[in-house]
């Protein structure tokens, strides 16, 4: 599977931004999707995922109630619409994909994206 993340960019604090990351390559419906992310000297860390069968999602406490992730198996996309952005959100954000069950290790992912580049201005 390859994966093609796009949308990123600089937006002011409480604004909004849509990531995409489109899939090539396997069938991209049987694969668990996640967004990661990693700012500047720190770790990188989960921010969502949806499983491929039940399209279940589930969220990194900092971001629930104001991220949600969602796919579109048709157009082998997945997005990450980030609403009420704050500065602590500036980070390179990367879409997973795996198989298997759902995890928010990202260890357990075997394909990654490129990384988009989302930077919040207070």
């Known amino acids: 599977v390859q994966l093609q993340a796009s949308g990123g960019g600089l937006v002011q604090a409480g604004g909004s931004l849509r990531l995409s990351c489109v899939a090539s390559?396997?069938?991209?419906?049987?694969?668990?999707m996640g967004w990661f992310r990693q700012a500047p000297g720190k770790e990188r860390e989960f921010v969502a995922g949806?499983?491929?069968?039940?399209?279940?999602?589930y969220y990194a406490d900092s971001v629930k109630g104001r991220f949600t992730i969602s796919r579109d198996n048709v157009e082998n996309t997945v997005y990450l619409q980030m609403n009420s952005l704050k500065s602590e959100d500036t980070a390179v954000y990367y879409c997973?994909?795996?198989?298997?069950?759902?995890?928010?290790?990202?260890?357990?992912?075997?394909?990654w994206g490129q990384g988009t580049q989302v930077t919040v201005s207070s």
């Open positions: 390559g396997r069938t991209f419906s049987s694969y668990d």
């Open positions: 997973a994909a795996k198989l298997g069950t759902r995890s928010r290790v990202g260890d357990s992912y075997e394909y």
């Open positions: 949806i499983t491929w069968f039940t399209v279940s999602t």
